[in-house]
């Protein structure tokens, strides 16, 4: 998976882009797809204004999975917890969206086999 990390409004450290892409490689356990890599763009942003609302810091990601894009956005007041519920997010609808893959490949058989029957 290739992980972009952008800063907003401050300096990103090396233990600040170790510790995103540690958690953000949980994701990369759901993505298996060796021909096409799946893509997360991330966009870490520490600013007053996100201040005044409770919290320090905006995470946001965006994964790009085979041509599906997901996308999550969190505050919290620190980084870690920004980067955690962001991931879960994003773990949250990839598993989403599967499950209803999935159900709809279920229904389709389910359906086509009962037009096989109708002609018994």
Not at 23 to 39: C, G, I, R, Y
Not at 51 to 66: F, I, Q
């Amino acid at each position: 998976m290739n992980i972009t990390i952008k800063a907003a409004h401050h300096d990103l450290n090396d233990a600040m882009r170790t510790l995103i892409e540690e958690k953000f490689s949980a994701l990369d356990k759901l993505v298996e797809n060796p021909k096409n890599p799946a893509m997360l763009s991330c966009e870490i942003e520490e600013s007053i204004a996100v201040e005044r609302a409770g919290a320090k810091y905006r995470a946001e990601g965006n994964l790009s999975v085979d041509g599906k894009l997901f996308r999550a956005e969190a505050n919290s007041s620190t980084l870690e917890g920004a980067v955690d519920r962001v991931r879960d997010d994003l773990i949250r609808e990839f598993q989403h969206a599967q499950g209803k893959q999935k159900g709809l490949v279920k229904r389709g058989g389910a359906a086509l086999k009962r037009m096989l029957r109708f002609g018994e």
